[in-house]
């Protein structure tokens, strides 16, 4: 019965890098939130996806960021082009069905951009 | 528009007390209410939830009430124990909340052995 796992844990990048984030939901859930947590910060929503859709990008940068969550396989968060602001804790949460509904996070990723 | 938990920031109680942590919501059309609990290094976990045809809720150790007409609601610990300290946040929902759940910075709560 595994929750919603994410990997890497913990990831380091440079300066113009790209960093690429996974989310696995729980079984059975077939949607998927990402957030974002600066330090000292509650969670910021970024993006809400369902297999092969981006419902919901109003919390996402325009630029260097993107999602997405293929018919097989974990939903990707990607950061292109990393900077310093972009190092923070992201939280994927998966949910059985969509708005409203109970959401479960996982441990998140923390990023370092060096 | 959204509906933000508001929180006070930090709370201490000594083990064994009974601790309260408060949230107030802005929008009256939020219906669900969850709380969550994160500790340190660890990504946010459900606690309990309330609807807003409840005004109280009960699970292990845990209370929550909820009084829509101040829009307000409160989340009780009994005995709380060290194992207890983390951030807690309550996450309104309702029909414009969309699809996100916003969080403010939630209280934090040290428990003193």
């Known amino acids: 019965n595994a929750g919603v796992m994410q990997n890497p844990r913990h990831l380091v990048r440079r300066r113009g890098q790209e960093a690429r984030l996974r989310c696995s939901p729980m079984k059975g859930h077939s949607h998927v939130y990402w957030y974002r947590q600066l330090p000292e910060e509650g969670l910021k929503f970024m993006v809400y996806l369902q297999k092969e859709n981006i419902i919901d990008e109003s919390g996402m940068p325009k630029e260097r960021f993107s999602a997405e969550f293929p018919k097989e396989g974990p939903s990707i968060l990607r950061i292109q082009q990393v900077v310093r602001g972009d190092s923070a804790a992201y939280f994927c949460?998966?949910?059985?069905?969509?708005?409203?509904?109970?959401?479960?996070f996982g441990p998140g990723t923390r990023l370092t951009v060096l | 528009g959204e509906s933000v938990g508001l929180h006070l920031p930090t709370l201490s109680v000594q083990e064994g007390d009974n601790s309260i942590i408060n949230c107030a919501y802005s929008n009256s059309a939020s219906d669900y209410f969850i709380w969550y609990k994160q500790e340190s290094g660890k990504g946010p976990q459900f606690i309990i939830d309330?609807?807003?045809?409840?005004d109280k809720r009960q699970g292990q150790r845990v209370t929550v009430l909820l009084n829509k007409t101040v829009k307000h609601l409160s989340l009780q610990i009994a005995a709380t124990q060290p194992g207890d300290s983390a951030v807690y946040f309550c996450?309104?929902?309702?029909?414009?909340?969309?699809?996100?759940?916003?969080f403010g910075t939630g209280t934090s709560l040290t428990v003193i052995p």
């Open positions: 949460a998966s949910s059985p069905t969509g708005r409203g509904d109970t959401q479960y």
């Open positions: 309330i609807r807003s045809n409840m």
């Open positions: 996450a309104p929902v309702g029909q414009n909340t969309g699809n996100q759940f916003y």
